[in-house]
């Protein structure tokens, strides 16, 4: 059986390389898993040995050697339930989650091994070993004393505890944002009521209802179906309905909207994580949990982290509400609508837009066909870094996947990586990039090189009468694309070979949006738009006419998001700072977001919304006590891309092949192997500023 061969189990056969991803079942799981924490904590076993000599090839690399394969096992495991779900695969994912979280929590809190890292840190080898293997042991020393080594055994078996729970609840609320998300269904019959929407909004409506086996349209909480009806429908009560149903997921009002069961309601599990991540925190000597996640992170302390995002919302509130009062000046005097209420406001800001700029977001959209967006992208990345990216035929886990190798300029094989571009029922919302393997100098003396998952839920392509038209995507959905191949590029062109330290790995939290967020400016330059658009009906490029109204109109209503941005990051800090979970009610998560609102934003939070109860970046997708990250590695990206703008004035180019190389080598290529900081300086020659940021942002 499958089960207890590993020759015929896909998760322990594939060795260094790739696995089948289509051949793994769920009965797979349990079996391959156990036998991989056997072999883990054998290793473990060894290290421990008094024979065994602190060195880095006797201590370090066996034992990199050994959890590698859990870890790279488990994350494939990990992947396919966030891009395959299914119930069986759900529930043997969940049995063996509490296995996986306790190997690392006890591999964490072992008070031996931590004694032998340092050790090593202490002999005379440290010194001689390269900056990447002193930055894994250096780390490794933080993560142990992170991790409760040095607590007492008492306290270790409660330490474990909280760590197995923390990692259930975060599961717990994922799913339940799936299945609140997958739940909904709304099916219009009346062709009258889709005045408005886009034709492929209405065309993949009909394929929905078609897959379910529903006549006339359907309509889903997915983005690529749910933010269509937002921004163009004029049904009022479509929006209104669906509105509801989406700010109300995974809450205690999501049964009554339609998104749900009240077993899905996140309110305590939010509530059970918090006092979890406080208890761990105190436990470790830290006032709170965002004070421990500073611990490795690039900001210093609470108060600053704190004091950076409220001056931030200092800066845009004067622009919020100059775009709020705008809107409602217009919705009122053009749309006929006297009170602007939530499920209007996409819309308002759509119709506002094309009549002050002129184009809307479905002109645009039509330019923008994803083969020739990854055509573009893939250009630019290879006239600024020197590589070559070419199709390959790796295996996948859906039709729809693709793949790919970069190469060097000689065609030395670099990387590899996954495009899993499509919204999908059991699919995980949003956009992520994963480390599907990370880069490592193998003990034979081979490089291990770096793979890479890109996922993205972009609408499908969609079959009207017999004929499948090219998929667009908006200009938005191009910006998240660029986004998450800067992580890519982070973690598939390092040329660190310490595995802990390589790519994305050895970061500090608070910078690791520095190059996702870097390759998002350069969706704004028309020498990369004119190669990277094409009608999808007439082949012709973007218009530089329409290029100009959109770059007029790239900071339309950035005060008002940039508010609604600072408002998630704010809550999520403070939720972890100066929040008690202990004596709080579940109600007051809630109420705490619209205490933020009410002192940061200039929009009135919807009595209705419970955002807090899928914000899964925080309470499911590591982000806790880290949301800030976004807007503070935001002042990186923005001066780092300052650079190209300086030398494109002096070679007419921002595709500058030498400010790229430096880009290269001083950011990507050196991974987590020195500080963000050090890295940043070594780029740009000086500390980062704020400057550029705030005048990209139109908030200058």
């Not at 590993?6 to 089948?20: A, D, Q, R, T, V």
């Not at 909207?257 to 208890?279: A, H, I, P, V, Y």
């Not at 709170?288 to 996640?293: E, G, I, R, T, V």
Request: net charge negative; hydrophobic share 40%.
């Amino acid at each position: 059986m499958s089960m207890n061969n590993p020759i015929l189990n896909p998760l322990l056969s594939f060795g260094k390389s790739l696995p089948e991803y289509s051949s793994i079942k769920a009965v797979d799981i349990k079996p391959a898993i156990e036998q991989l924490l056997s072999e883990a904590q054998k290793a473990v076993d060894l290290s421990l040995k008094s024979t065994t000599p602190a060195t880095w090839l006797d201590l370090v690399e066996p034992l990199e050697d050994a959890t590698e394969n859990l870890g790279r096992a488990w994350g494939v495991i990990s992947h396919l339930n966030s891009v395959a779900d299914t119930p069986e695969f759900r529930k043997a994912h969940a049995e063996m989650l509490p296995e996986v979280t306790a190997f690392w929590t006890n591999l964490g809190q072992n008070l031996e091994l931590y004694k032998k890292y340092k050790a090593l840190s202490q002999s005379a080898e440290f010194s001689s070993l390269d900056r990447a293997q002193r930055k894994v042991i250096d780390n490794s020393l933080r993560d142990f004393r992170l991790g409760g080594a040095e607590l007492s055994d008492d306290q270790k078996i409660r330490f474990a505890e909280i760590q197995d729970q923390q990692a259930q609840l975060s599961k717990e609320f994922s799913d339940h944002v799936l299945d609140a998300t997958d739940h909904f269904v709304h099916v219009i019959t009346d062709e009258k009521e889709l005045a408005g929407l886009p034709e492929d909004a209405i065309a993949a409506a009909k394929q929905t209802a078609e897959s379910k086996e529903l006549s006339g349209w359907a309509f889903t909480l997915h983005f690529p179906s749910y933010f269509p009806v937002m921004q163009f429908s004029e049904n009022r009560t479509l929006r209104k309905k669906l509105y509801e149903a989406y700010v109300t997921r995974a809450s205690e009002l999501s049964e009554k909207f339609g998104s749900g069961k009240t077993e899905w309601d996140n309110t305590n599990n939010m509530l059970s994580q918090l006092r979890l991540k406080d208890e761990e925190a105190k436990m470790l000597g830290f006032a709170n949990f965002a004070a421990l996640s500073l611990a490795p992170k690039m900001a210093k302390t609470v108060v600053e982290v704190d004091q950076f995002l409220t001056d931030f919302a200092k800066k845009a509130q004067a622009h919020g509400q100059k775009d709020w009062q705008e809107l409602q000046l217009f919705a009122k005097d053009h749309l006929d609508l006297s009170s602007l209420e939530p499920w209007d406001m996409a819309y308002a800001s759509e119709k506002l837009k094309q009549v002050r700029y002129a184009f809307s977001e479905n002109e645009v959209k039509q330019y923008f066909p994803l083969p020739k967006v990854l055509d573009g992208l893939f250009a630019l990345v290879q006239t600024l870094f020197g590589v070559k990216i070419e199709k390959d035929s790796l295996p996948v886990w859906h039709a729809d996947v693709q793949s790919f190798k970069v190469l060097s300029k000689n065609g030395k094989l670099l990387a590899n990586f996954y495009l899993d571009p499509y919204a999908r029922p059991g699919k995980r919302g949003g956009a992520w990039m994963d480390d599907a393997r990370g880069r490592r100098n193998l003990p034979n003396g081979k490089i291990q090189t770096p793979v890479a998952y890109l996922v993205c839920n972009f609408p499908a392509p969609v079959t009207v009468n017999g004929v499948t038209k090219q998929p667009t995507i908006s200009h938005d959905d191009v910006i998240t694309m660029f986004h998450e191949c800067g992580h890519g590029l982070h973690h598939m062109l390092t040329q660190v070979g310490s595995l802990g330290v390589s790519g994305i790995n050895g970061v500090e939290w608070d910078a690791v949006e520095l190059p996702s967020q870097f390759m998002e400016n350069f969706c704004w330059e028309w020498e990369v738009l004119e190669k990277m658009t094409s009608h999808v009906e007439t082949g012709e490029t973007l218009p530089k006419s329409l290029y100009e109204k959109m770059i007029a109109a790239k900071n339309f209503q950035n005060g008002m998001s940039t508010l609604r941005q600072l408002v998630f990051s704010l809550t999520d800090w403070r939720l972890h700072s100066n929040f008690d979970p202990h004596s709080a009610k579940p109600v007051d998560i809630l109420q705490l977001s619209r205490q933020i609102n009410d002192q940061v934003h200039v929009i009135k939070q919807s009595d209705l919304s419970r955002w807090p109860n899928t914000f899964s970046h925080i309470f499911a997708g590591g982000y806790s006590a880290g949301y800030y990250s976004y807007k503070w590695a935001e002042v990186l990206s923005a001066d780092a891309y300052a650079a190209f703008e300086e030398a494109a004035k002096k070679t007419g180019s921002i595709l500058d092949e030498a400010t790229g190389e430096r880009y290269r080598q001083e950011i990507l290529e050196v991974g987590g192997s020195r500080s963000a900081a050090e890295s940043f300086k070594a780029f740009r020659g000086r500390e980062p500023e704020i400057d550029a940021l705030l005048r990209h942002g139109g908030l200058a």
